[in-house]
């Protein structure tokens, strides 16, 4: 950081006439990347809803869908595998992330602050790579048969692999969520409820549980979303054993020749709908209820003591998470070193050539390359757009660019709610021949990502620019700073924590990102993902763990460098 | 030095006037506060002169420069100003040096001569050696301080203060007061200074401008400005003030059954409603006062000590009023019937009667 910054200075140094000019350049390029967000949308939806109804001639047909509802492999019966999934994981996640969010915060569960670390594993994991981890632990001749020395208790593929496995995933926004609202709630609330003669579990049932109601749906209804998106889980589990979701079967149809790229339109349409939907009602579930129960002191509750209890519910609940948290990347970390598949776990059968393949597959390398720019560019540029947008929307005066910038963020926050797989269809019909052939390239790929997680980073810009103070910024203008210095000097370096904040997340996604890549990368323009995501779906465990190994690694080196960068943050900037 | 010229200034936000042609002239060197209750328009007239709003109608000028008029908006970077905000506004990612710099900084000023500046604006403000601190490891009174220096440090024409006093507490709050004043008279810089609390007005000015719902009401010197208010809504917003309504018959005023010898304003007409003021210390116990003014009865309803001064709640049926009166704490209490004396130098007649519902702002 220093060094371009202190090159800049000399550069304006030498030149006053070009005072300004690289914030200027940042400037327009941000407003190019927002008209080019937005240019996409518009295309992409538009090609998206035409390939829907259109006949195999060409011209405007209700065929399509009339055939996706009539033929039951397409439409109903994985709408129906779908929705099988969505509504158990939905509330099985929810009650075990909120009953671990109760012992963290409302217990004296020993060392109860680190089940956040040991909830975001399994989340921080591409979940195409935790379905692989589930198969390698459980499959016939797995982990666990070379450990246990019996057949594994639990079926490696199938509808109850992906629920587990879902579950585990998505653990984590429900345990973010009510954690959230049992650290806001006011601790006299249920203090009174003790005076007032209930016993500690009464408290529970009456009152902490009812206050966390609204975290507890919209936990409800967040999982379901991701469940209905999620594509690699039951891609890897599920479409083995013939169990076919919404996404498995869009992507089927949009891979497996004869490709049907109009059934597919179809199906994202109501994959789409489903997602909109959701979100809606978590739109109106936190702006019409909220509860009034900030007192901002949220430090001192009474805390629940389990007494004799404490030490069995340590010994239950740490066994579990940190089995579900630890086994995949045991099992993954442990067949990455697998000479051969099949010839056992001990050292003698290890080696490190999955990993030197990074280096020699030539293939490999160049997905290593694409992997890295392709994150960090789509990084920058959704964090340089989330700028322009939460700017152009919290700071302008009303007008022209300000509705633009209204536009960008509600295009941005919905694609980011659309599911990888319906964005990923509608580039391919967007940009495959025509004016601007870019399927096949890295820069689709790059505009998918950014398509997809510019929302990522506006709301987490916007959330920060409103905590600024307008005195702060009316302070630079009487000191005597033009707009963009007060931008430069006052604004984004007070936004810091957000934009690393935005910088790490668009990253860690765009690493993990498989639903859209799987359908848009191709020969020299593949990510890590998708080769690992290729390997598994071959059945080369190694090599796929191998180099989920790395994407892990990745992942939290980003994650632990945004902490890093971050810090110190909480300085009061009203 | 630069004086400021207000000429007939409007605002209104969302259709509601805020500002009615208000005119004004600051002249150059003095310190000027704009005082009003909540919603009088002082803090829009401050935000006008920086730049931060922009006037509907009139024209701004300091000294022959026109900041705003009907055609030209000068933004608040290009005006030369100092500004001191109410919540102080330092920008919490620079340490206290970093603030007073940054402004210097991007004039291109070399940066020896930054350092030299700096120095000085601390040691003015009594904060020497505090440069390298972070905002958030200073005391509500140092933050304070800080912002006048990083106000001060760019040599303004011009010094803006938005109640930089009201977030501190009081003793602390008189301390900074009287250094403010002491640096403004060294410095001899032109000030607008805005707050609602009069004491603070009465004791820091060179002249006082009391807005009211948007216009002007009274301007002059805290000393005319109290002692002869202009009406009774002045005199009531700078201080306690008993407002009575009298006739005047040619010779004296009458007050319900009492008869006061007074002088009034040429235009008053015999048999012409006026309204008197008199200040709760301007009220005499009958035997401590002069011989010439008439004897009232009254009786005392309540007594409060407020430190120095004492505070009594009068019925005065002869008036139909109730008074308020004070006395310096050093006098002997006094309970039951009294009687009282309204010296004729206490009483402010003014022409037109005035109601005390005027009052309530």
Redesign the interface.
Known sequence: MQQPLGLMSAARRAL?ALRGMPMALLALLAVCGVVVLLAASALGGWELLRAGLQSTAGGWSLHPLQRALTQHYMLLGPLRNSLLLAVPVALLATCAGGLLAWFAVRTDLPAGRWLLAAVALPHIIPGFQLASAWVELFSHGGVWQAVFGAAAPVAAYGYGAIVAVMTLHLMLFPYLLVVANLQAADPALEEAARIAGLSPAQVVARITVPLARPALTASVLLVFAYVMEEFGIPSLLGTPTGFDTLTTRIYGLATTPPLDLSGAAVLAWLLGAVALVVLWAQLRLLGGQRLETLSGKASRHSVVRLGRWRWPAAVGVWGVVLAAALAPLLALGLVSLLDSWGQGYGPDNWTLQRYRALWHSEELRRALRNTVSLATGSAALATMIAVAVAVTVHRLPAGGPRRLGILADRVSFVAFALPGLVVGLALILAFSGGWMPLYGTAWLLLLAYVLRFSGVGVRSVAARLMQI?A??E?????????RL?VLA??VL??L?PALVGSVVLVFVNAVKEISATSLLASQGSETLAYEAYVRFQEGNYTQGSAVSMVMIGMVLCMLLLGRWLGRGST???? | MTAITIDRLGKRYAGQPVLHELSLQVRAGELLTLLGASGSGKTTLLRILAGLERADAGSVRFGDTVVQDARVFLPPQRRGLGMVFQSYALWPHLDVAGNLALALREQGIGRGEITRRVDEALQTVGLAGMQRRAIHQLSGGQQQRVALARALVAQPRVLLMDEPLSNLDAGLRDELRDQIRALQQRLGMTTVFVTHDQTEALALSDRIALLHQGRLVALGTPESIYQQPPSAYVAQFLGKANVLRARWDGSALRIGSVVLPASVPDAVAAGQEVTVIVRPQNVCWADAAPADAAVIAAHVLQSHLLGAVREYRLAVPALDNDLTMTELSTQPLREGAQRIKLPQAALRVLPSPQTEGAADG
């Open positions: 006053p103070g005195e702060l009316a302070a630079g203008a009487v000191a005597g700073l033009s210095r000097r006052i370096p007070l810091r300085a009061e900037v009203t």
